[in-house]
């Protein structure tokens, strides 16, 4: 801003210094031919033009600040107050009422709970237990017993364990679908490229096959230097024949 309004004034300035120079050679002029008074006066109106023109672009230009003070005052103001979105980080947590939680950390658990679910030693301490619970509950002393028959709390336990165990591995199985998905997308993967590069080798040994049948291999010399030593022995054996059949 500062340095567009110093261009202005140096603008002005210079447009005020050739008006004077216009003036002063138009004098100079008249004096010369006896006009003066009228170039005076013309000289004048100009100057008065040119002043008020300048007073109305000054008037325009203070209006058109006071416009665009009045827009940034309603809608520039809170777009400079809100920090901007940096698209290149990531945004801040927020906070949340509901409690917060690792899903891998859970999921691990998950599956370890399920693979001892599915164990045999787990059908081992679950038989003890409820073994020991009935006959706990049935052999020792009435003020001893937490359970009577027909043991409902028992039940209880046990309907809690098989509600919990089967979300459990309900989530175990999930995990374990994703990461065969995963493996079976790099199998296939792995086996295009696989193809790929089978054909690629069964097209270069095609090209090598061709080339090589044009090449004399050593049967073919072989062959070609037992036909020449059988030509050169008939001619040795019977050199008059030969000689009467090139002629």
């Known amino acids: 801003m500062a340095t567009e309004r110093g261009r202005g004034e140096h603008g002005r300035e ?22 003066s008074d009228r170039l005076e006066d013309a000289a004048d109106r100009v100057r008065e033009r040119g002043e008020r023109a300048e007073r109305a672009e000054r008037a325009e230009r203070a209006e058109q600040r006071a416009e665009r003070a009045k827009a940034a005052a ?17 945004r801040a947590p927020r906070r949340s009422l509901l409690p917060e939680y690792d899903p891998e950390a859970f999921g691990r658990l998950s599956e ?3 693979r001892f679910l599915g164990t045999g030693r787990f059908i081992v301490w679950m038989t003890l237990v409820v073994v020991v619970w009935v ?7 009435d ?17 809690l364990q098989a509600s919990y165990a089967a979300p459990l591995i309900l989530l175990a199985q999930n995990r374990q ?9 790099q199998d ?36 070609e230097f037992q036909d020449l030593i059988k030509e050169m022995d008939e001619r040795r054996l019977f050199p008059d024949e030969r000689d009467e059949a090139d002629r």
Do not use: C
């Not at 006959?135 to 002393?141: H, V, Y």
């Open 14 to 35: 210079r447009r005020r210094e050739l008006s004077r120079e216009r003036r002063e050679q138009a004098k100079a002029r008249g004096r010369d031919h006896g006009l």
């Open 74 to 90: 309603a809608t520039g103001s809170s777009a400079l107050a809100r920090q901007r979105v940096r698209l290149d980080q990531p």
């Open 112 to 114: 370890r709970v399920a």
């Open 135 to 141: 006959l706990w509950n049935i052999f020792a002393p």
């Open 143 to 159: 003020d001893l017993r937490f359970d009577q028959y027909p043991f409902i709390f028992l039940t209880l336990m046990l309907s």
């Open 177 to 185: 679908d994703d990461r065969d998905r995963v493996n079976l997308e």
């Open 188 to 223: 296939r993967k792995q086996n295009e490229r696989s193809i790929a590069d089978t054909e690629y080798l069964t097209r270069e040994i095609a090209a090598l096959r061709m080339g090589l049948g044009e090449v004399a291999t050593r049967d073919w010399i072989r062959s």
